[in-house]
């Protein structure tokens, strides 16, 4: 855990001191977003060659769904009365 705490710093370091440089920091976003393009290609790839998670992958999918429909479903209701409670005109006394 160590190592990655030093290699944090050491690039917060070399962002700081080359902050000013505009082709060094187009440079260092083209080579991170490679980075994670080849870290989500490889993640995937471990995946697929797994036969326990490509097996469950209907039953995970279906519950992926299940939740996704229940947090939007949720935050819509009672996102309602918040939102007529906050903007409810107020009654003259």
Excluded: H, W
Excluded at 31 to 53: H, M, Q, R, S, Y
């Amino acid at each position: 855990m160590i190592k990655v705490f030093l290699f944090l710093f050491a690039g917060i370091l070399t962002g700081v001191l080359l902050r000013r440089k505009k082709r060094m920091i187009s440079f260092f976003e083209k080579a991170a977003l490679g980075c994670v393009f080849l870290l989500l290609f490889l993640f995937g790839a471990e995946a697929g060659l797994n036969d326990k998670i490509t097996q469950t992958f209907l039953t995970t999918g279906i519950n992926g769904i299940v939740l996704a429909v229940g947090s939007v479903m949720g935050s819509i209701l009672l996102s309602i009365p918040v939102y007529f409670f906050i903007f409810r005109k107020k009654e003259d006394s």
